[in-house]
């Protein structure tokens, strides 16, 4: 399951005091705790409140200086660090999730793959026993259809077989989809009954 991206304390803090600035809890102008009272209120260490500030002044909510202590700057400008803090946040979570669903997508594939890859295993002792049983089509120099895709050539519409694999040059490809190309010398794992494979062989002839 998705869980939302991880923030880090100190910038929790510092969206929780814009927030309290926003709200009307801080004035602009008003003085607020020292980073030793924020530190102990909300229960981290002075140097995470530091970093928390720090993000503030760079946006010009807050300003701090040496005996003057932390003061509020822009009410105007904590409302644009929310809204931007949660566009920022929505485009963390839609990233995260996006590399979800990545490798989720991987994973299916990788479970397709092998179930092919079982088939082909098994096509030796039951060739011609059943209909997903792989048949081997290798592409001559005089095909016709060699440099077009199986969508070009319509190739599941006029035989009735489906390509699950290429094999090129000692490699072999596992579903190869529509516009994978068909070149010479390749050979074409096909399944399909024993009519798709008299219209394979008739169709890689023309």
């Known amino acids: 399951m998705n869980q939302r991206a991880k923030i880090p304390t100190y910038e929790r803090i510092a969206i929780d005091l814009a927030h309290r600035i926003h709200d009307g809890k801080f004035k602009e102008g008003e003085k607020i705790y020292g980073r030793s009272t924020l530190a102990s209120e909300y229960k981290v260490s002075p140097e995470t409140v530091r970093r928390a500030i720090k993000i503030l002044e760079d946006v010009e909510i807050v300003r701090s200086t040496v005996g003057s202590g932390i003061v509020i700057s822009s009410r105007e400008n904590a409302f644009k660090y929310i809204s931007l803090f949660t566009s920022l946040e929505s485009m963390k979570d839609l990233e995260k999730n996006m590399?979800?669903?990545m490798e989720e997508r991987s994973r299916l594939d990788e479970q397709l793959n092998e179930t092919?890859?079982?088939?082909?295993?098994?096509s030796t002792k039951l060739r011609h026993t059943q209909p997903l049983t792989p048949m081997e089509f290798e592409v001559k120099a005089d095909c016709s259809h060699v440099g077009k895709t199986l969508s070009d050539v319509m190739f599941w519409q006029n035989t009735g077989g489906t390509v699950i694999g290429i094999k090129r040059g000692g490699e072999l490809t596992l579903s190869p989809g529509p516009y994978a190309l068909i070149l010479e010398g390749d050979v074409l794992l096909v399944i399909g009954n024993q009519i798709a494979y008299e219209r394979v062989r008739n169709f890689m002839n023309d």
């Open 99 to 101: 590399y979800f669903l």
């Open 116 to 122: 092919i890859r079982k088939i082909i295993d098994y």
